[in-house]
């Protein structure tokens, strides 16, 4: 086997790696990012709803309340992937050290570059799929 080929062969092992390890690992953490973000929409919304109710228009109360039991439920379930008690599950503790060894891995072989250019991929397949996704077909 030529050397580009193994380099080649390396690369996309690595690169799969990398993907399957790093969705694992996004599918605990967005839990986190999102439930932060949904918190300063629920700040948001409660505030533009206290001011119609100041108005006495239509307020939408039971829906900002959904909202809030879904930002709670998500917090929890993030939290219950995470976290036995207080310390890290070991699960999620092995799924950070195995990211953190396969991007030291696509260093050692790739260099930085290498590893910015994996990290690039990932990124533009997530968001091709977001952008990709249909809702409930």
């Known amino acids: ?3 580009r080929d193994r380099k080649n062969l390396q ?6 790696l990398y993907k399957t390890t790093k969705e694992e690992f996004d599918r605990i ?4 990012t999102q439930v932060a973000i949904d918190r300063k929409l629920l700040r948001s919304m ?5 001011a119609l109710r100041l108005k006495g228009e239509m307020t939408s109360g039971k829906f900002i309340k959904d909202f809030e039991d879904y930002i709670d439920k998500k917090e929890k379930e ?3 992937l995470k976290f036995e008690g207080k310390r890290l ?7 950070s050290l195995k990211l953190e060894a396969i991007e030291k891995a696509i260093v050692e072989e790739f260099g930085r570059r290498g590893l ?9 397949e997530m968001r091709r799929r977001i952008i990709e996704a249909r809702e409930h077909q």
């Open 116 to 124: 910015r250019g994996i990290k690039t991929l990932y990124e533009h």
């Open 78 to 80: 993030g939290v219950k």
């Open 1 to 3: 086997m030529q050397r």
């Open 46 to 50: 409660a505030g533009q709803e206290d």
């Open 29 to 32: 953490e967005r839990k986190f």
């Open 11 to 16: 690369f996309r092992y690595l690169l799969w």
């Open 89 to 95: 599950k070991p699960e999620y503790y092995h799924l």
